[in-house]
């Protein structure tokens, strides 16, 4: 028997953001952002502690330092940081987030819930309503 399955134009970004924000000093290294990544397996951190952040750290980023030869310990976070982040509603369908991401060709959206953050969600989690929903189809 076929599970019935949620699509994703009525699931919210909320029920998708889990675990807290990760988040380095603003004085971190690119070394402490990789740090950081690795043991809470996440895609991305947050540069400093305000409650509406300015500034974020991707794996990719940290792969473009090391690619281009650079010292990881002493590349600071803040200097390969996109500062132009692009930011969702709590309420927000999985659908509208996708939709973001996908006109701003980016992986990560800050979720916001009464002006502060309340979250990252990745690419790799709105993959995997699609997956579970096209899964439930089958």
Do not use: F
């Amino acid at each position: 028997m076929k599970k019935k399955s949620v699509p994703a134009a009525a699931i919210t970004i909320d029920t998708l953001i889990g675990g807290g924000i990760v988040r380095v000093a603003a004085d971190a290294t690119v070394a402490d952002v990789a740090k950081a990544i690795a043991d809470q397996n996440i895609g991305a951190v947050v540069v400093g502690d305000e409650e509406r952040p300015t500034a974020l750290v991707s794996e990719r980023d940290v792969v473009r330092v090391v690619a281009g030869g650079r010292d990881p310990a002493a590349v600071l976070a803040r200097e390969i940081a996109s500062t132009s982040l692009v930011w969702c509603e709590a309420d927000d369908t999985v659908e509208e987030a996708a939709l973001r991401m996908t006109d701003r060709e980016i992986r990560h959206l800050l979720v916001e819930r009464d002006g502060a953050l309340a979250g990252i969600v990745s690419i790799r989690d709105l993959l995997g309503v699609y997956a579970t929903d096209a899964d439930h189809a089958l």
